[in-house]
């Protein structure tokens, strides 16, 4: 085959082209094709996306943390007594696994070295393959132990009998798959990361909880001197006074913005007293819900028209004077007390609760919550004083230079330290769920092609079974009754996807069974798995692992609409959770929340498409017999 | 064909079969069974409650005590058109009356107690007299309310209008029955106390048993606390195997343990228990003669058609929905046409558009309108229902921001008011129903349009490409017939096929799209009540739902498949 774009401009005639101008080295199928998708512009940005999630994934705990990345404790007159880092101690078995695998791998993959990248490829997806098993399989053994037998799971070489015995088993099972020559080297290689993975287990076992509040009163009373991360914000992190911030919101904005919010919040709330408890049966002032919301609006002074619509339902001129001084008053409150002037502030709220009080309340218990909003309003001014020396004394820490880049939730938790850390849901959940899917749909397709008769019979319906229902309700039915967590989110959506890779394979087994070197497999004797898996299925295997990629975007798609849903696995961050706190607790649509979540969810997806889209152009042998 | 057309019939029941066994033992797996719910707000309940007679509606019809495959069996049964056994009978209201159950047999006899304690004599005498008592109370109360209901035939009958032939029938049954119900609820009040009462037995038991233990090791010189430690570990009492959580008791193996006597207050509870339970058996009993008779008078219809005696044909019996208290037939028939509003309006839309944006990008194959729409239609691929609804809430709908559309429902508060047409009066322009429906729909349709137009799209333009490379097309070309016409006339007709097809796939597809849209748009269709049944573990309305769509989506599957072979002549049956 000869390379598309020959490295000379230069005519060259038909010697040069025998003796060998211009040709290149035939390459394997798969390189081929990877050769030809990486030139395409979808692709590559299908690929640089995917990579800085896969970056996130594997480095969104050192990167986003609210643990400082290095405390030192201080003594009182400043000396430093002893440094710790605390974003290492709180790491778990899994985060310290993924980055040394991370950083490995990548070292690995990377460098120039004699053997072939793509057999460093598979080493390295051995290893993240054994190691993966084990974490699994360790965790499956806690869940297990999780309420019986306290006093063996008191016992101290607990963690290392049940690491290093998932370790052997998932090792003993599954060293063969190494690709390395000889048992020798395959089983010491295997053993090299399983006792690894299995040492880091049972250290960590137990995943350590450290509140970064601690921290960050550390910091403000000088004890400490910490060293954060780029985003000093943990994922669980929150504060009431951080509740639904937008963007680019500092800190100290942030705790400025809850004092005037408590004030308007305060005066709304008086507004609100007076106007729906005043007396129905007062001389002139016909009270009915229509003419109370009138009130608040004209006290508000949010519309104008509330004026002439009161006049209209014959509100006498004495209320509407009465209401009007209480606007005034109100509004002078609120420049006074902005101006810092609380004295004025004090005497303007007791002259509009005089004001008020001159008028007749509907009953006792109302009067009482009338004088009662009063008071408040009048111990709004020393709150607020309160609330404005707090903001100030943030403002001057470096905690308050604390920047939310992306705004924060309505619990409060800071939206890019969530985002990142969702990062891992959503690659593993895509790759894992997608690999279970195409491992039973290739066992089950395999089946149904080779036999045909009634072994296809019988498997075709167990295909209609799952074509019969919209994916999108077994997902739901079997996420909202098995246990929200993240390894049986994966396997829900793998056994349920299956079908589409099942009935690819049984296509091209169909093709393939009748073909001679299957039926010279047959001859010699080979046993079964050897016919399907070793000779079959190389030749089609293609249209599934092209399928595969639309597959993880779907995969991606439906975990994050069963987070939308509430079904998604707790404890865990997750794009679509995010998305479905967009309109709050209060029912106010926060753009940011709904936007940036929402757009990395599309572009992962958008991303995977593409990849598959120019994977299957760049294989399918009509499509480049068209574009040639 | 038509061998072929039964055959693919036959092979959907045993994947409806599938489909609906997947999704109960799924629902099986749930946190505390089928019933949790329920048995959660029965916990604490008398046997005249609400909840209590729905626990034994629940009971009746699935029997949760019973393995989950029995349970499945039984709900078969009841959807299966083919009936077997006594025939039910259908009252004026159209609702089934099913044959009286028998009362469950008590869960072991007084053998238990016979030689270690004697059961005091009087028990069978006991509730024979306050059945007797009760029967009197009520038959007089009883007689005065079929009295009631006679006389008032007697009236009809004076107004000249007609009366069934035995008019004391329903009222002596509607009587019977609703007696009986409250029996029973009474009689499995007290299966489970007396259950609790055993479990409690064991465990004051086991603590008798650590206590003889600990004694003989502190006899035997061990420390006090390491005695009581290892006691808690190695010495548990032999009933405690009959008791399994959730006062599960296993009665066989029960019956065959000696009970100690000495535990005289846990004792106690177990003796009243079955005297409880005795008597409420008997009293069940009682009202289980009174209203089998009443039954056998035929007070209404017998449902059905009958076959040769043994069996009939009835339409399927799909329950009621324990959260809402109504039957499933009518929650479906309600959702059903507001999902259907909803698809009937977006498929022309997804064709009206896909389909003329794939042709063109066919003919101009690597173009730049190819690439372009390729691309845009990848984006649309790409977007998840979730964001689009949210956005599209958020930014046009919401008063915040632009404030162009309704945020949720799909009518307004006043619709009920509004002439169905636009027009005109004294305030001014007046939407209607009609466009104020419409209006409500414009951002749901476009959430279930926007992913069907990138799909149709991409497969007009995949069956016109594979179309163009005919040798048909290249001999159309060779004799100069024109551009257009190749791609009207000879194209585009010979790619409609797969197109037409999928219509039959795409509605399928857009009854799942649906749940989402109709949950971010609280609009109360069919995925609003599906969600909010699987968040209820609401069984009855789950299955049914389940059953129904997987009907429909398997006609469909058979019905693209007609379509294809009767529109395509190369394509067989075989």
Redesign the interface.
């Known amino acids: 085959m000869t390379s598309p774009k020959p490295d000379s401009q230069k005519t060259i005639s038909g010697i040069d082209v025998m003796r060998g101008v211009g040709a290149s080295k035939a390459k394997p199928f798969w390189a081929d094709a990877w050769s030809r998708v990486v030139e395409r512009r979808?692709a590559q940005f299908g690929l640089v996306w995917i990579a800085i999630i896969g970056f996130f994934a594997i480095f969104a705990p050192v990167l986003a943390n609210g643990l400082p990345l290095w405390s030192v404790e201080l003594s009182a007159d400043g000396e430093p007594l002893r440094a710790s880092s605390p974003i290492y101690d709180s790491l778990t078995a899994t985060d310290i696994l993924l980055l040394v695998g991370g950083i490995l791998g990548t070292i690995l993959l990377l460098l120039p070295m004699a053997v072939s990248r793509q057999k460093r490829l598979g080493v390295v997806c051995v290893a993240g393959m054994l190691a993966g098993l084990v974490v699994i399989l360790i965790a499956f053994v806690q869940y297990l132990f999780d309420g019986a037998g306290q006093?063996i799971v008191a016992w101290d070489l607990f963690p290392y009998v049940v690491s290093f015995g998932c370790g052997a088993i998932v090792l003993l099972l599954l060293f063969w798959a190494v690709p390395f020559e000889g048992i020798v080297r395959k089983l010491l290689f295997g053993a090299a990361v399983v006792v690894l993975t299995s040492f880091v287990c049972s250290d960590r076992w137990v995943s350590p909880t450290v509140s970064p509040d601690s921290f960050v009163r550390g910091q403000i009373d000088g004890s400490q001197r910490n060293t954060y991360t780029l985003v000093p914000w943990s994922p669980t992190q929150s504060n009431a006074a951080f509740f639904s911030r937008r963007p680019v919101t500092t800190v100290a904005e942030a705790y400025r913005t809850v004092a005037d919010e408590q004030l308007q919040d305060g005066i709304a709330f008086f507004i609100r007293t007076v106007a729906f408890n005043l007396s129905p049966r007062l001389e002139g002032l016909p009270l009915d819900g229509e003419v109370s919301a009138d009130i608040v609006e004209l006290l508000a002074g949010t519309d104008p028209d509330a004026l002439t619509r009161l006049v209209d339902a014959g509100v006498s001129a004495d209320y509407i004077g009465r209401f009007e001084r209480v606007k005034n008053e109100l509004a002078a409150y609120l420049v006074s007390i902005e101006a810092g002037e609380e004295a004025r502030a004090s005497e303007a709220a007791k002259s509009a609760v005089d004001t008020v009080d001159a008028i007749e309340a509907a009953n006792r218990n109302a009067r009482l919550m009338i004088v009662d909003a009063g008071q408040e309003l009048i111990g709004k001014v020393d709150e607020r004083v309160g609330f404005v020396k707090a903001a100030n004394e943030v403002a001057e820490r470096s905690f308050g230079g604390r920047d939310f880049h992306l705004g924060t939730d309505p619990i409060g938790r800071d939206v890019l330290s969530q985002m990142l850390h969702a990062c891992r849901l959503s690659i593993s959940i895509g790759l894992v769920s997608t690999g279970i899917s195409v491992l039973i749909g290739i066992v089950i397709g395999s089946l149904m092609g080779y036999f045909g008769g009634w072994v296809d019979l019988v498997l075709s319906?167990?295909v209609?079974?799952f074509?019969?229902?919209?994916?999108?309700?077994?997902l739901?039915?079997?996420a909202?009754?098995?246990p929200r967590n993240t390894y049986v989110m994966m396997a829900i959506i793998g056994c349920v996807t299956w079908t589409g890779s099942a009935r690819f394979i049984r296509a091209e087994f169909l093709k393939l069974r009748n073909q001679d070197f299957v039926q010279s497999c047959r001859a010699v004797g080979l046993p079964l798995h050897s016919t399907l898996f070793r000779h079959m299925l190389p030749n089609g295997i293609t249209p599934v692992l092209v399928q595969a990629s639309f597959g993880i975007?779907a995969a991606i798609?439906a975990e994050?609409?069963l987070s939308?849903?509430g079904l998604g696995p707790y404890g865990q961050s997750s794009w679509?959770k995010l998305?479905?706190l967009?309109?709050g607790e209060t029912g106010?649509?926060l753009?940011w929340m709904?936007?940036f979540p929402?757009a990395a969810?599309?572009l992962t997806?958008?991303a995977y498409?593409?990849l598959g889209?120019n994977f299957r152009d760049a294989i399918d042998p009509?499509m480049r017999k068209?574009?040639h | 064909m038509l061998g072929y057309i039964a055959r693919r019939l036959l092979?959907m029941i045993?994947?409806?079969l599938?489909?609906t066994f997947?999704?109960f033992m799924?629902?099986a797996?749930?946190?505390g069974g089928i019933g949790a719910a329920l048995r959660a707000a029965g916990g604490s309940v008398d046997a005249d409650s609400k909840a209590s007679l729905q626990l034994l509606y629940i009971e009746d019809r699935y029997g949760l005590d019973d393995p989950a495959v029995v349970q499945y069996g039984r709900w078969l049964a009841r959807i299966s058109p083919l009936k077997f056994g006594e025939r039910s009978m259908r009252n004026y209201a159209g609702d089934l009356e099913e044959p009286p159950r028998d009362v469950k047999a008590m869960p072991m006899g007084p053998g238990w107690f016979a030689g270690s304690y004697e059961l005091p004599q009087d028990l069978e005498a006991t509730a024979a007299d306050r059945n007797r008592t009760q029967a009197d109370d009520e038959t007089s109360a009883r007689s005065a309310a079929v009295d009631a209901a006679l006389a008032a035939t007697a009236a009809r009958e004076d107004e000249g209008l007609s009366v069934g032939d035995d008019p004391g029938a329903i009222p002596e049954y509607k009587d019977a029955n609703k007696a009986y119900l409250r029996a029973r609820a009474q009689y499995l009040m007290a299966v489970r106390g007396f259950a609790s009462s055993i479990s409690r037995y064991a465990s004051a038991d086991t603590l008798r048993l650590r206590k003889i233990e600990v004694d003989a090791l502190v006899a035997g010189g061990v420390d006090p606390k390491i005695a009581e430690r290892q006691a808690t570990?190695t010495t548990e009492s032999p009933f405690n195997a009959a008791v399994s959580g959730n006062n599960i008791v296993d009665y066989d193996l029960l019956q065959t343990i000696k009970p100690v006597t000495s535990l005289t207050e846990a004792w106690n509870t177990v003796v009243t228990g079955y005297g409880e339970l005795a008597v409420a058996h008997a009293e069940a009993e009682a009202a289980l003669l009174r209203v089998r008779t009443a039954y056998e008078r035929g007070p209404y219809p017998l449902a059905g058609v009958g076959i040769l005696g043994f069996a009939n044909f009835d339409w399927p019996d799909f329950g009621k929905s324990f959260t809402i208290g109504r039957p499933v037939l009518d929650l479906i028939t309600e959702a059903l046409p507001v999902t259907l509003l909803l698809n009937v309006a977006a498929v022309p839309i997804i064709y009206l558009v896909a389909v003329p944006f794939g042709m063109h990008a066919a003919a101009r194959?690597?173009k730049l309108f190819d690439k372009v729409s390729g691309?845009i239609f990848?984006?649309f691929?790409?977007?998840?229902?979730?964001?689009a609804g949210?956005?599209a809430?958020?930014?046009l709908a919401?008063k915040?921001?632009l404030g162009l559309f309704p945020v949720s429902g799909l009518h307004s508060n006043n619709a009920d008011e509004m002439a169905f047409l636009p027009g005109w009066d004294a305030a001014g322009f007046q939407a209607g129903y009609l466009l104020d429906t419409l209006w409500h729909m414009v951002l749901p349709v476009f959430c279930l349009v926007y992913g069907g137009w990138a799909v149709l799209a991409k497969q007009t333009r995949a069956a016109m490409?594979d179309t163009y490379?005919m040798d048909f097309v290249r001999t159309a070309r060779a004799k100069g017939v024109s551009d257009h016409d190749v791609k009207w006339y000879h194209v585009f007709r010979n790619s409609l096929l797969p197109v037409i097809t999928i219509f039959v796939l795409v509605f399928?597809?857009m009854?799942?799209?649906s749940?989402?849209v109709e949950?971010i748009f609280s609009i109360p269709g069919m995925g609003s009540l599906?969600?909010a049944a699987?968040?209820n573990?609401d069984r009855d309305v789950?299955l049914a739902n389940?059953f129904m769509?997987?009907v429909l989506?398997?006609l469909a599957?058979l019905l693209a498949d007609i379509l294809y072979a009767a529109a395509d002549p190369r394509v067989t049956f075989d």
């Open positions: 979808g006093d319906r167990v209609e079974i074509m019969a229902i919209p994916v999108l309700f077994l739901i039915v079997a909202s009754v098995l975007a798609i994050a609409t939308y849903l679509g998305l479905s967009t309109t106010v649509f753009w709904a936007v929402g969810i599309f997806v958008l498409n593409v889209e009509k068209a574009a | 092979l045993p994947t409806l599938g489909i997947l999704v799924l629902l797996m749930a946190p570990v194959h690597n691309s990848v984006i691929w790409s977007i998840p229902v979730v964001w949210v956005l809430i958020g930014f919401d915040q921001y490409l490379t399928p597809a009854l799942a799209g749940v989402v949950r599906i969600l699987i968040f573990l789950i389940v769509i997987a989506n398997l599957l």
